[in-house]
């Protein structure tokens, strides 16, 4: 068996069904582990009762450890060479494993794909993703860029071993857990292949992890880039990665973070935290390389993120909220 498909599930009895629909009418050699992290709803007697006509199907039931957790049971338990992530709110496109399986014939350590993204009630909406192109590099070295990507398992096929081998996988209870693990996943690879097959949709829900604006909680971003850096720092690969960890901490830390912070508490001190984070860790971080990637008005929040200027930068989206 080439591949499993791990889904953790925690209080999600609303989308549970529609997602294992998704999964399981796919054609081809494959498993589904689905995870259930102490759900306190119907969502495990779901799964279960599905699983009863689907012998593709297991169910795994524990005490709550997170999503992080959840998806370290699945790939503990897994049996495939290679681990696809679905999350239980989420549904694969029709002919997904199809083309992944195909994809694995190639033998490559991560396939990457894109995804469609739908509201809360599964209708299509339009949004830009962090998708970096076709291509096939034997490398990860050749695509370096890639760490620029946007963290998430969701559109990705990774093989177990990277996981197993190096013991990297998702902190448990630790929120931006995929941000801690999958950085680290793409630089251990070798064969990579990226396709613009939308694969996979994924559900924008207000109340999604994702979606968490509370101040405080974002005081966790630097703990992540502590880890992040302390890792790469540990296997010697910083310096050569520079570039693209200083920009992974623009997205993420500088831009993000600061503005979830502020849309939640504009007089919180955190924004100013996060640019002397930048400054101690890269002094250099105004000049980077990638920062002609990013959009105008991404441009327009860099700018006023770095030169400490938040009331307007929080004006501004305050704004551009109320216009929606």
Known sequence: MKLSIIIPVYNVEDYIKECLDSVLSQKGDFEVIAVDDGSKD????????IAGSDPRLRVISQENRGAGGARNTGIRQASGEWLMFVDADDTLAPGAVERVES??????????????YTDG??????????WRGEFEAESFYDRKDLLLSTPNPCDKVIRRS??????VYFPEKVWLE????????????????SVGDVLYFYRERGGST???????????????????LGWFESRKTFEALKDELEMLAVRHLLLAATVRVLRADPSSPLPDKFVSYMNSHFPDFRSNRYLGELSRSKRLAFRLAAGRRFGILGALF???DRLR
């Open 210 to 228: 994702m979606n968490d604006s509370d101040a405080a909680k974002n005081s966790l971003a630097i703990d992540a880039f502590d880890d992040i």
């Open 121 to 130: 009630d599964g209708n299509p909406v339009a949004r830009t993703d962090d």
């Open 103 to 116: 994809l694995l014939e190639k033998d490559p350590d991560m396939v990457i794909f894109r995804m469609g």
């Open 42 to 49: 119907k969502s495990a007697d779901l799964c279960r009762r």
């Open 162 to 167: 990277l996981f197993t081998d190096n013991g």
């Open 318 to 320: 305050r704004l551009k």
């Open 178 to 193: 995929d941000l801690r693990a999958i950085p680290k996943l793409i630089s251990l690879c070798k064969k990579v292949i």
